[in-house]
């Protein structure tokens, strides 16, 4: 029997946070008063029900919807450095050991902040959090799908100056829908010829095409959500029967997967959790992660979205921590640190569980 409490104690590894979808409530009504900024509610619990509600409806687009509301309150440098220090915190509140934060800071800059002040306040704030908690962390900036391929050029170039700074990786979000990755190919090739790392949101609002596009067009070396991939793939139940290229790709070259089960949800990439491939590809030796993607608009922190997977894919303690030394493995930090992590947190975090278990139990 794994408890909630057993969750809540156990070493984590997130990959896939956007700080834009992880504001306090409390902190969006204190910043929106400061600068005047109209909001749907100033209590704390009605303005985050309204978040869930507007991420509940089963599409991408109106899932990002919300993101207008946080992003209006994060247009200066001491709201980002505030923001980014929360975030370390809340993770240390669940047992984060490493945690990889994402945000596009195109969507930062309607007060005239440029894109180097954001990127900087950032990671004051990650920093600071850092240094009070002992959580990791890693910086992954976004150009999003709707922008110009100018723009998407621009924050590689961001992303790679502040390289060895705190930010390991290159990631493109926003709604799939009408924005293929390719639009943005001398992004992607401006990262790759400079020996850097990209994540790219695909296979969760659109199909293979998008996936194999992210991998083989856009060079990925992880992917956001992945859910439709499964359509690359003839299957009952758990049991792959037939698999296309593209799976077979995916599975044999280790290529991480961000899986965000309540996110998926909200969005319909996936119908229902009983449906949903995190088990599938986990019993077939896919790397699969576990995230959040956006705590705030999906209602979740980390222990739950574990307790989920729990619950729904029988996962055993002996399989949460396989699927936590497989995040840390994929994370985009340096290697040293990426062993670090496992070797002085993970691994003992998990011993001391293990000891403290039946051994029928673990
Ligand atoms: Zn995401």
Same mark, same amino acid.
């Given at each position: 029997?794994? *408890?909630?409490?057993?969750?809540?104690?156990?070493?984590?590894?997130?990959?896939?946070?956007?700080?834009?979808?992880?504001?306090?409530?409390?902190?969006?009504?204190?910043?929106?008063?400061?600068?005047?900024?109209? %909001? +749907?509610?100033?209590?704390?619990?009605?303005? /985050?029900?309204? @978040?869930?509600?507007?991420?509940?409806? #089963?599409?991408?687009?109106?899932?990002?919807?919300?993101?207008?509301?946080?992003?209006?309150?994060? =247009?200066?440098?001491?709201?980002?450095?505030?923001? !980014?220090?929360? &975030?370390?915190?809340? @993770?240390?509140?669940?047992?984060?050991?490493?945690?990889?934060?994402?945000?596009?800071?195109?969507?930062?800059?309607?007060?005239?902040?440029?894109?180097?002040? %954001?990127?900087? /306040?950032?990671?004051?704030?990650?920093?600071?959090?850092?240094?009070?908690?002992?959580?990791?962390?890693?910086?992954?900036?976004? &150009?999003?799908?709707?922008?110009?391929?100018?723009?998407?050029?621009?924050?590689?170039?961001?992303?790679? !100056?502040?390289?060895? #700074?705190?930010?390991? /990786?290159?990631?493109?979000?926003?709604?799939?829908?009408?924005?293929?990755? #390719?639009?943005?190919?001398?992004?992607?090739?401006?990262?790759?010829?400079?020996? @850097? !790392?990209?994540?790219?949101?695909?296979?969760?609002? @659109?199909?293979?095409?998008?996936?194999? =596009?992210?991998?083989?067009?856009?060079?990925?070396?992880?992917?956001?959500?992945?859910?439709?991939? =499964?359509?690359?793939?003839?299957?009952?139940?758990?049991?792959?029967?037939?698999?296309?290229?593209?799976?077979?790709?995916?599975?044999?070259?280790?290529?991480?997967?961000?899986?965000?089960?309540?996110?998926?949800?909200? *969005?319909?990439?996936?119908?229902?959790?009983?449906?949903?491939?995190?088990?599938?590809?986990?019993?077939?030796?896919?790397?699969?992660?576990?995230?959040?993607?956006?705590?705030?608009?999906?209602?979740? *922190?980390?222990?739950?979205?574990?307790?989920?997977?729990?619950?729904?894919?029988?996962?055993?303690?002996?399989?949460?921590?396989?699927?936590?030394?497989?995040?840390? #493995?994929?994370?985009?930090?340096?290697?040293?640190?990426?062993?670090?992590?496992?070797?002085?947190?993970?691994? +003992?975090?998990?011993?001391?569980?293990?000891?403290?278990?039946? +051994?029928?139990?673990?």
């Amino acid at each position: 029997m794994i *408890t909630k409490e057993m969750i809540k104690k156990i070493p984590k590894v997130e990959l896939h946070y956007h700080l834009d979808g992880g504001v306090r409530p409390e902190t969006i009504i204190e910043l929106a008063e400061l600068d005047n900024i109209e %909001i +749907p509610s100033h209590d704390p619990k009605e303005l /985050a029900d309204w @978040f869930h509600r507007g991420a509940d409806r #089963k599409s991408l687009g109106l899932y990002l919807e919300g993101f207008s509301v946080t992003c209006a309150v994060m =247009q200066t440098k001491e709201a980002i450095e505030r923001i !980014s220090r929360e &975030a370390i915190e809340d @993770f240390a509140k669940e047992n984060v050991a490493y945690a990889e934060i994402r945000f596009a800071p195109t969507l930062l800059t309607d007060k005239g902040l440029n894109l180097e002040e %954001i990127v900087e /306040a950032a990671l004051r704030g990650l920093k600071a959090g850092r240094e009070a908690t002992g959580v990791e962390f890693g910086l992954i900036l976004c &150009a999003m799908r709707h922008e110009s391929p100018d723009n998407s050029l621009q924050v590689a170039e961001l992303a790679v !100056s502040y390289r060895n #700074k705190g930010v390991v /990786a290159f990631d493109i979000a926003g709604d799939e829908n009408g924005h293929p990755p #390719k639009a943005h190919l001398a992004a992607f090739q401006y990262i790759r010829n400079r020996n @850097f !790392s990209i994540t790219i949101h695909a296979g969760e609002a @659109f199909g293979v095409e998008s996936i194999w =596009q992210a991998i083989q067009t856009c060079g990925a070396h992880r992917i956001g959500h992945g859910t439709r991939l =499964q359509e690359d793939m003839v299957y009952k139940g758990t049991r792959i029967e037939n698999m296309g290229s593209l799976a077979t790709f995916v599975r044999d070259k280790r290529i991480p997967l961000e899986m965000c089960l309540s996110s998926n949800i909200q *969005t319909g990439a996936a119908p229902s959790l009983d449906e949903h491939p995190f088990n599938l590809y986990y019993r077939n030796n896919f790397r699969v992660t576990l995230s959040t993607d956006n705590p705030l608009m999906s209602d979740t *922190t980390l222990s739950k979205e574990l307790e989920l997977a729990v619950t729904y894919f029988n996962l055993t303690l002996r399989d949460l921590e396989k699927i936590t030394i497989n995040a840390m #493995k994929s994370a985009f930090a340096p290697y040293e640190t990426r062993l670090k992590v496992i070797y002085d947190t993970l691994k +003992p975090g998990y011993a001391k569980i293990k000891s403290e278990t039946n +051994p029928n139990d673990y």
